[in-house]
Each structure stands twice: as structure tokens, then as C-alpha cells.
């Protein structure tokens, strides 16, 4: 484990003489022509730009993104936003006994708890052939993974375990939302929250740097995910075809609109639901997150947000913490 301060909690004018991941890493020209090198470096806790202007030739040709450098420098600021001075940068090597994943957030909340959550929530589930279904797919490693999986690259539940916390966030408003609507199909409902991101488990990769894969991007995770559940469907005698086309609208079209890379738009209430529960735990993870990280500690505001086309209000509401600060997310 490594046994330095997070960049979070490191301020402008403080040294930096730590082990960091390489986030990005592109080599560019300035407008004279003269070539330097653009770097994203990050802990667990934040990520800060540096820009190397000589002597960089060797970490550009040998190192890449996920790996882990040491770095010496200091923390400056550009443009109101944090930024890293680097006076030395060398890769990793094997004596330093640092693992990547020692550089990725991780969820908060404990793991194995929100397995037994999520399994204990499965067997609540009164329909037969979707229960059946269910521990089917959620099952031995794919179940491992989908616990280990981030649920986003960057924006939103964009850390280790963050997949099955936000399905099971997104399982509680449905379950809500059934309680206020007796209408909605709560097996049907339920089922398409815990499987509607399955193919992020496929999309994205996290051994040492969140990115996505090559099925990601040629695929992507919702068609991913409607055809694993497709073949599942099909190992399963007698599976009603009604239920069927029902629970694959409801991952097909939990991105709401065909803009957002849903191949169709909801047209049950429950994929309206799903959509909307989707988008609420979605967005209340990202705008929480974009606040307890951001780096402008003179204001109440954070910086522009462009994903959020706008920035947000940082003062802490909750009761009691009027003279608390902000903490991030990440442990």
C-alpha cells in the first residue's frame, strides 16, 4: 500500500514526490511548432494536468497510460485550476511493489455488503422465469466482475465497485416508484435495473486505468447486454414471450433518447421509470462527486461543467454541516 498524501488534500505552492498513475499521456505542438508533452497524472483521489516542455523523450517513448511514475514537482495554478509543475518523472519499477490498482477509486461502501444486497434482492423476485433468469446471469465470475466494475469511465459511479452500487441504487427508486404506482410490473421493473448496465462489465476495462475496450466501443454495453441476456433467456424452457420483449425494451431503451445511444426510445412505463431512476442516480453521483473534488477552494462555486452545462453551488445544506468541508468520495 502506498504511504503518501492524496493529491486531494495537497494545495498550491506544496511539494509532490509521489508515485502517480498515468492517466493520459499525448505528445503536442505549441503554435510556434515546438513539441511537449501533455500528461493526466492521478491517485485514488484526484487527477492534475502537467505539461513537460524538455527532457522528455525517454517517459514519452516508454511509458503509456495505466502506468505508474515517480514524481517530483509542484503544485501550481493555471487558470484557476490546479495544475502539476513536474521536475522529474521516472516509470515504476518492480522493487517499488506497487500494484495499479492501488491508483483507482473505490466505492465507499463495503463490497460484500452490496453483494449480499443485491442477491438478497434477487430472491424477492416472484416471477419464476425472470428469478430463474436472474441467477442465471448473476452468477460465479460475471458476478464477480459486475461487482468489481466501475459503472462509468468518468463521469458518473466512475470507480471500482461503482456498477453494482448504482444498480442498487436504481433498483430502490424502482422498488419506490412501484410502492407510489401499483401499476408498474415490479418484477419486470426490478429486472431491467439489475441487468440495464450489465454490459459495462464488457465495455469498460479497469485492471490499471478505466478505458474502454474494443467490444466497448464497436458494441457498446447496451447492445452487450441485450445479447447475453438473450442467450440466457434462451437456455430457459418455456420463457413467456411477452416478458422477454418487455425486459429487453427495458435495457434497450434505458438511455431515454436515440441521441444518447438508445436504440429506441421508452415506451412502457417501466422503461420510463428505469430511465428516469437511471438518470437520477446517475446524475446525483456525478454533480457529488464534480464538488467534492473540485479545486477552487476561493469560491463557492465550482468550475464550468460541460456534461452539466453549468457549474454548482458547493455550499454543504445538509443539517449540521454549515462548517464542514468537503470530502471526497473516494477512500
Not at 486531494?8 to 506544496?14: A, N, P, Q, V, Y
Not at 522493487?95 to 424477492?124: C, G, H, Q, V, Y
Not at 441467477?135 to 453494482?164: C, D, T, V
Not at 440466457?232 to 444518447?260: A, V
Request: proline content about 3%.
Amino acid at each position: 500500500m502506498i504511504n503518501q498524501p492524496d493529491l486531494i488534500e495537497l494545495h498550491k505552492g506544496d511539494s509532490v514526490d509521489h508515485f502517480l498513475l498515468i492517466r493520459r499521456m499525448e505528445t503536442r505542438n505549441t503554435r510556434t511548432g515546438s513539441e511537449y508533452l501533455s500528461l493526466e497524472l492521478g491517485d485514488k483521489s484526484a487527477s492534475l494536468n502537467a505539461n513537460i516542455w524538455e527532457g522528455f523523450d525517454k517517459i514519452a517513448r516508454s511509458g503509456k497510460a495505466g502506468d505508474i511514475v515517480k514524481v517530483k514537482g509542484t503544485i501550481e495554478e493555471f487558470q484557476n485550476l490546479l495544475q502539476l509543475r513536474v521536475n522529474s518523472i521516472k516509470l515504476s519499477t518492480e522493487s517499488d511493489n506497487i500494484s495499479a490498482r492501488d491508483f483507482l477509486p473505490k466505492s465507499i461502501r463495503d463490497p460484500e455488503e452490496m453483494k449480499t444486497e443485491f442477491l438478497n434482492r434477487a430472491e424477492k423476485i416472484s416471477d419464476e422465469h425472470l428469478k430463474t433468469l436472474i441467477k442465471q446471469i448473476f452468477s460465479g465470475k460475471r458476478f464477480e466482475n459486475f461487482s468489481a466494475a466501475p459503472a462509468g469511465k468518468s463521469w458518473h459511479h466512475s470507480y471500482i465497485h461503482g456498477l453494482i452500487e448504482h444498480t442498487l441504487e436504481i433498483i430502490k427508486i424502482c422498488d419506490l416508484m412501484c410502492d407510489i404506482h401499483p401499476v408498474l410490473n415490479r418484477d419486470i421493473l426490478v429486472c431491467g435495473a439489475m441487468l440495464h448496465d450489465l454490459g459495462k462489465t464488457e465495455e469498460l476495462s479497469y485492471e490499471s486505468n478505466f478505458d474502454y475496450t474494443d467490444s466497448g466501443k464497436l458494441i457498446g454495453h447496451i447492445v452487450i447486454a441485450a445479447i447475453i441476456v438473450k442467450d440466457e433467456i434462451n437456455k430457459i424452457p418455456g420463457f413467456p414471450e411477452e416478458t422477454e420483449k418487455n425486459l429487453l425494451h427495458l435495457i434497450l431503451s434505458h438511455q431515454g433518447k436515440l441521441e444518447y445511444a438508445s436504440p429506441v426510445v421508452p415506451k412502457t412505463v417501466e422503461a420510463i421509470a428505469l430511465y428516469q431512476a437511471d438518470e437520477l442516480s446517475a446524475k446525483v453521483n456525478a454533480y457529488k462527486n464534480v464538488i467534492s473534488s473540485d479545486q477552487k477552494e476561493d469560491s463557492s462555486w465550482t468550475k464550468f461543467i460541460t456534461l452539466a452545462q453549468t457549474d454548482l453551488y458547493k455550499k454543504n445544506l445538509s443539517p449540521g454541516s454549515e462548517d464542514k468541508t468537503n470530502k471526497t468520495l473516494f477512500d
